[in-house]
Structures are given as structure tokens and as C-alpha cells.
């Protein structure tokens, strides 16, 4: 269809150009469904990540995020894992 699938954070849209005939695309999923995972890593974690939610504000504050830090974020794509080696690289 060519209605957006909106969740909390954000909508995904699966008509044209991120879906045709040459680049078929699967149907949106919720994040729930899917598992969705936000993994910090910090200067205080390097080789570690601590799992974060924006729907648990204690697993916010109770690990190493800092707002007074610079803050980037990685997307992996919809075929990675976010545990992928080439990830934890990128982050050291």
C-alpha cells in the first residue's frame, strides 16, 4: 500500500523509491514484533553494550548515556543484527 506504517518512533513507507519492482520490500513489522534493541556503547563501555528503551527511563539512567556528550547514532540496516563485529569497530 502506499500509506506509511507509523509506530512511536517514526513511520516506515513501502511505496516508491524504497519499494518496486527492482527492489522489492517485505511488509513493515512493529518494533515490538521485531525485537527492536537500542545497544549503547559508551567511553565507559567500550566493548560491552548496555540494552536501552526509551520505554524504560531507568534503563536510561541507570547506564553509562551522558546528554552532555556528542551522541551518534549507527543504523545497522534491516538485515544486521546490531551485534555485528564490523559495529563494535566502528564504535572504539
Not at 516508491?16 to 563501555?45: G, K
Not at 534491516?78 to 551485534?83: A, K
Request: charged fraction near 15%; aromatic fraction near 14%; hydrophobic fraction near 30%.
Amino acid at each position: 500500500g502506499d500509506e506509511p506504517k507509523c509506530y512511536d518512533f517514526g513511520c516506515v513507507f513501502s511505496n516508491y523509491p524504497y519499494f518496486s519492482l527492482t527492489r522489492p520490500s517485505i511488509p513493515a513489522q512493529s518494533p515490538e514484533s521485531i525485537n527492536t534493541q537500542f545497544l549503547l556503547l559508551t567511553v565507559n563501555n567500550t566493548d560491552s553494550y548496555q540494552v536501552i528503551s526509551a520505554r524504560n527511563l531507568s534503563s536510561i539512567r541507570h547506564s553509562n548515556f551522558n546528554c552532555s556528550r556528542d551522541t551518534v547514532f549507527i543504523v545497522h540496516g534491516y538485515t544486521g543484527t546490531g551485534r555485528d563485529a564490523w559495529l563494535l569497530t566502528m564504535c572504539q
